[in-house]
Each structure stands twice: as C-alpha cells, then as structure tokens.
C-alpha cells in the first residue's frame, strides 16, 4: 500500500471515529437535556387560571387569593384543629380579652432580605388601620386601639372591647399579613406599593397581565424550601381551552379557585382521570353555594317573602348535584353545612316542592292570566332577573337550570353573564334581583359570612329588606362582643333562624375545592379555607 493511501485511510478513520464521537456526545447531551426536562417537570407545576392574579398588594382587595396565600402569611393560622402558630409561636390573652401579646418566630426574613420583627409587624398592622374604611367588613379591624413593638420579637395589640373572632380573623388570608416595609409607598399600603415581598414559602418572581405569574420557592423559607420548586399561574379560558391544555402537557394542574370559579367541568375531570394521567382529589365540604335575593329592591318581586321561598321550594337540588356536579357536590338545605361551628340549628325544612311554590306565588297574589304563563299581580308581570360569573360553566348551567325550573311555576326569570367584577359591583350597589354566591368557608364561617349581612360591599342589600333586619344586626352585634359560649351558640342560633326564614340566602350546593394534578404528585392536602393550597407540602413521587 502507498503511503500516500495509507495517509488517506488514516485520515478516514479519524473522520469515522470523530464522528462517532460526536454522535456520542449528542446522545448524551440529548440524554442531559431530556433528564434535565423531566427533573424540571418534577419540580415544576403549572396550573390555570380564568383570570389574572392582579396586583398582589396584600392589604387590599383585588389580588387572587390563592396566589397571595403562596407570598404572605399571617400571625396564626386556622386549622381544623382549631388557631395554630404561624408568625408567631405563641400569645397572650389578658384576663379581660383585650390585650393579646405575640411571641414572634426569631430569624425569619422577607423575600428582600429585610428582617421579620415586631416593628414590621406594627408597621403592617398600622397600614392596614389607615385605610379603615377598607376594612370596615371585618368587625376586628373596628375593635383596634393600639398596637405596640415591645421588643424584637414581641408584638401586642389592644382593643377597644372583647372581640371573640379576633384570631380568626388575624388568620385571614388578607388583610393581616405581612409585606416588606421597603415595598411601602410613603410609608403607607393603602396607595400602592412598590413590591410583594412576603415572608411565605414562595415568592413572586415575574408577572405578564393576563398571561402568566411565575412562583418559585423560598430557599430561606422558615418551614423549610418547599420541593416543589416553580409554580405557574397561565391565565386560560374556562372549558375546552383549559381541557386542551391539559391534553397537551401545556399545564399540569387545575383547582377551583377562590373567586368560585371552574376552569373545567365535572366530565372533563372525570375524563382526565380516567386517562390514568391524573388523579382527581376534593376536599370536604368547604362552603355553600347559593342564589342571594336582594330583600330591598322594592320594585322587584324578590323583596317579598312568599317570592324567595317560592324560588327556594321551586329548585331541585338534588339533580344539580347529580347532573351538573355528578355528585360532587351535596344538595345544600340552609345557609351553613353541617361541618361549620355554631350551625347544628334546627330550621324549617324546605324540600323541592313545585306545588308548594305556586300555592305561595298564589296566596301572594300573583295569579296565572289566561293566555300568558308568566303569572301577573296588580297588572305586573314576574320578571326577575339574575347574574352569574361568565367565566364559570357550573354557573351557566346552574342558571339554566333554575331559569326552567321557575318557568314552570310562572316565573320569567332573565338570566344575564358577566365577569366577577361587574358583578361584584352589582353586589356593592344593590343592583340585582338574584346572584350566585357562596359564604367564606370553613376557616371564616360563620362569623365572616354574619358579619357581612351589615356590610354594602357583601349582604347588606341582600338582609335589610327584611323585616327583622334591625333585630338582626343588633345581633350580629351582641355575638361578636360575647365571650360566653353558651350566649354565643343562642346568638348565632337566633341569627340563623332569622335569614332562613325570611328565605333571601337560597342554598344551592355544599361546594368543596377540587382539583386535577399529576398522578405522581403526593402530600396533597387542603386548608381549612377554600382559597388556598398548601403547595408547599406537595412533593413528586
């Protein structure tokens, strides 16, 4: 052989070993990559959301709760063994119930690095304060005198009275919670801030309005790093867009959020978990889902008694748990299920009953015209019109539902969609007839949804129509300032009797939170509130 050929097979055979050399290489650099995919989607969710998380500012009211409750924490948490540490590892109460003193937890920071002391903790507390006519729904926010740094770690707050709530609604996941003070404007929340660094086991680190906000875990978090690392929240359109995303791997995780609002339906659910992908998961009975009629619009049928329970007998309850939420949800009987503290009333039963309801539309004189099937009093007919959040198909179908069922008994009731915040307004203003709601929760129940009957931007259009509205509120009152339980179980029973009578809270279903997540993914559990999710305990198998 030449040496010139044996030159060229020399230089052949590095070629060939180059090349397979470099095929080598990029199997094992596609192999990293694929690992380093797959580490990421271990660590990684991704969930959807119908609408923005909006600005976080945790002393107002407009951020979505669930990702607030991921950034911000409170002094001390309500669970379903009743208040537990948070912020503070203990307090005091004084013998006359209006001095609590907390020992604070020692070396936690906020996300910027700042400390977590008493002096942030008045400084949050006094925000809140100044801008009371905000907070004027929660009573507790009325009862505070003075708050006062001790020490580092020892904060007291004192009130103007006994106020039996008080931790409870310390526990909320807004407004008593904590903010850097370097996120203040001047000095202040009530105008905006700069920031949202909590002390929580996340932090928000990049938001795109109305497209996405990413979470990602807090390695000098005082529970301990999370091992869920990144958390996505990607705005999505409810139903088949959500289902497709799902589908397609582009998000990994959906809840009920805590504006009550579904990104699937119940047979999307179930499919999904038949994929054997996914496994579906539902907490306890958590609220109630309800129709509120608005007692003081005098020109509107529902200001009457006889109308609303008329409404309530008229609506089976049974088939919406069955077909719309394929008995995920139970039939709801009164304002508060079972499971919530102070409910174990004896009320009036109201079963579905058609006949029952036009025998009360009868005797209150609204009579069948010949020729016509929505029935007349003094020449006017009964149009009732009612609101649902357009961005929850349960809803839709809900309204639906009831438009036909009240069709039968001689009611035209004109149902009407739109997004939460008109809605709220509608609330605020007393501009409806009928709209759905649902009470706070377990972890707020009752004493948030009672004292929301006084309040504009809740009930108060829907309670003070009524004719014991004065007797009620005066009660409302009285259990707020007890500390006897033997007085506040009379009061709370007394308050319960009151609405459910008078018939403007009409129970729909007792919701839970539900949610669809990778099969692999365990600790799911819940809190006692329907607005979060201890994505902090989560981790994959």
């Not at 202040?188 to 990602?216: C, M, Q």
């Not at 007349?376 to 839709?396: E, F, H, L, T």
Request: proline share 4%; with cysteine.
């Amino acid at each position: 052989m030449s040496k010139r050929r044996i030159v060229m097979l020399q230089i052949i055979i590095v070629f060939v070993l180059t090349l397979a050399g470099c095929s080598s290489n990029k199997e094992a650099t596609s192999a990293a990559a694929v690992q380093e995919a797959v580490n990421k989607k271990d660590t990684a969710l991704i969930y959807a959301t119908p609408k923005d998380i909006n600005d976080m500012n945790p002393h107002l009211y407009t951020g979505a709760m669930s990702a607030q409750g991921m950034v911000f924490e409170s002094l001390v948490e309500n669970t379903k063994d009743g208040i537990k540490p948070a912020l503070a590892e203990s307090w005091d109460i004084s013998a006359d119930h209006k001095e609590y003193t907390f020992h604070l937890r020692k070396n936690v920071t906020f996300h910027d690095g700042e400390p977590f002391n008493a002096k942030a903790v008045k400084q949050n507390l006094d925000a809140v304060q100044a801008n009371a006519s905000k907070h004027a729904w929660i009573k507790f926010s009325t009862k505070i005198v003075k708050s006062e740094a001790i020490d580092d770690s020892t904060f007291k707050l004192v009130l103007s009275e006994p106020y039996a709530p008080a931790l409870l609604e310390l526990s909320m996941t807004r407004p008593y919670v904590f903010l850097s003070p370097k996120d203040f404007v001047n000095g202040s929340t009530k105008d905006g801030v700069s920031g949202y660094n909590g002390t929580g086991p996340y932090k928000l680190t990049a938001h795109k309005t109305n497209e996405y906000a990413t979470f990602e875990a807090n390695p000098s978090y005082w529970g301990g790093e999370p091992k869920i690392k990144k958390i996505t929240a990607k705005v999505l359109p409810s139903g088949e867009t959500t289902l497709l995303a799902l589908q397609k791997g582009e998000i990994n995780f959906v809840f009920t959020d805590d504006r009550g609002t579904d990104s699937i339906d119940v047979d999307a659910m179930n499919q999904l978990a038949a994929s054997g992908n996914y496994q579906l998961v539902r907490s306890e009975s958590m609220n109630t889902k309800m129709l509120v009629a608005n007692s003081s619009k005098t020109d509107s049928a529902v200001s009457e008694t006889a109308v609303r329970e008329a409404i309530w007998y008229a609506i089976d309850r049974q088939s919406i748990s069955k077909n719309i939420f394929n008995s995920t949800e139970t039939p709801a009987n009164s304002l508060f299920s079972s499971n919530v503290n102070y409910a174990n009333v004896e009320l009036k039963q109201r079963g579905y009953d058609p006949e029952a309801a036009k025998n009360f539309l009868q005797q209150a004189g609204w009579t069948s015209e010949s020729g016509t099937s929505v029935r007349m009093k003094n020449g006017k007919k009964m149009a009732i019109s009612m609101y649902y959040d357009s961005n929850s198909p349960s809803q839709k179908t809900q309204a639906e539902f009831i438009q036909n069922s009240l069709k039968n008994i001689g009611i035209q009731l004109v149902i009407v969609g739109e997004d939460s915040t008109s809605i709220a307004k509608r609330r605020a203003t007393g501009d409806y007839d009928l709209l759905f709601n649902q009470t706070w929760g377990l972890a707020y129940d009752p004493q948030s949804t009672i004292a929301a009957f006084t309040t504009e931007s809740s009930y108060l259009y829907t309670t003070k129509g009524i004719a014991k509205a004065d007797e009620l509120y005066k009660k409302i009152n009285e259990v707020t300032l007890s500390t006897d339980e033997n007085s506040r179980t009379s009061l709370y029973a007394d308050i319960m009797r009151i609405v459910h009578d008078e018939a403007v809270f009409i129970p729909l279903t007792n919701g839970r939170v539900t949610l669809v997540a990778p099969k692999n993914l365990k600790s799911i559990s819940f809190k006692q509130t329907q607005f979060e999710l201890p994505f902090e305990q989560m981790h994959f198998e």
